[in-house]
């Protein structure tokens, strides 16, 4: 063997060597994600599925036996009147506290984003709030619009206006559960654009002074499109989160009155747990994720525009 074979012969043990080298590399970062991939698997994807089986189900759960009856249970959930009337209250809900959401949160960002001991307090009570449970919240809320001795009803009769019972009216049930929700999370979306605001480079705002430029036209081309994208992700944020409306509607108005504040996530427990429909409430399930596909869906759509970034 001459001396140029046996360098090359060398040379590709070498190879060898790093090949696997960086095999095993793979492998070895791949058992760091392994636990969160199992429960990935167990607690979402084999749930997803079995959710799927048990909608196409009709389930005694008396007898603990189940017949397979296809795609009835959701024939007869959208002949439902109940289940409609849920799917648009959840839609109103969405369209009139997102917005409020976004303004908002981003208003208290902008009036917030200054350095010193005021604005830290008022961040802090601005967000203090998105701690508390949602029991405290609805507990709070019921007292202040108890009708004829809460605190709303106080100061409308020191006025001379007539109480308000605006739990009890098929008109503002709804809204008054969403002003109640964006007093209690407006905190999220406020600390996501304060963390946004804050990693806008000053030397723009300076060079926008020496322009003479107001501050509208300064918040119209520099502010807004500097944040779009999270301006983007906050509204996609809220829109998934107020789909999933359940504990204040249960608490404040148990999804009255005449059904006018009942949500989806209320009537999916109300078949399931009340009812004890496991194979409607599942099917129920799976037009909520639908819904709710549909938003990720248009998250990733708006993410891959280059007008987003």
Do not use: C
Request: no cysteine.
């Amino acid at each position: 063997m001459t001396v140029a074979m046996k360098v090359e012969a060398s040379a590709d043990r070498i190879q060898a060597r790093k090949r696997g080298a960086r095999a095993g590399q793979r492998w070895g970062n791949a058992l760091f994600i392994l636990p969160f991939l199992v429960v990935y698997l167990l607690m979402l994807v084999i749930p997803l599925f079995k959710g799927i089986w048990i909608s196409l189900l009709e389930v005694d759960m008396l007898s603990n036996s189940a017949d397979f009856v296809g795609l009835d249970n959701y024939v007869e959930l959208f002949s439902d009147e109940i289940f409609i009337g849920a799917v648009l209250n959840t839609f109103y809900f969405v369209l009139i506290s997102t917005p409020v959401f976004i303004a908002l949160g981003l208003a208290l960002a902008l009036a917030l984003n200054r350095p010193g001991r005021t604005g830290a307090t008022l961040r802090a009570i601005f967000f203090g709030s998105s701690v508390l449970s949602v029991t405290i919240v609805t507990l709070v809320w019921k007292l202040v619009l108890m009708p004829h001795h809460g605190m709303l009803a106080n100061i409308t009769e020191s006025v001379g206006l007539p109480s308000l019972s605006l739990l009890t009216s098929e008109t503002w049930a709804l809204p008054t559960i969403a002003v109640v929700t964006v007093w209690w999370i407006i905190g999220l979306p406020m600390m996501l654009f304060l963390a946004a605001l804050q990693q806008i480079p000053r030397e723009i705002y300076e060079a926008a002074a020496l322009d003479n430029a107001s501050r509208w036209r300064t918040l119209w081309s520099i502010t807004l499109p500097s944040i779009r994208r999270t301006v983007a992700l906050v509204a996609i944020i809220e829109v998934i989160l107020q789909f999933q409306l359940f504990g204040q509607a249960q608490l404040m108005t148990q999804g009255g009155p005449n059904n006018s504040s009942r949500p989806i996530v209320q009537f999916i427990y109300e078949a399931g747990f009340r009812n004890w429909e496991l194979g409607y409430a599942a099917a129920a399930s799976q037009v909520l994720f639908a819904m709710m596909l549909v938003a990720m869906a248009f998250q990733v759509w708006l993410s891959s525009r280059k007008q987003a970034y």
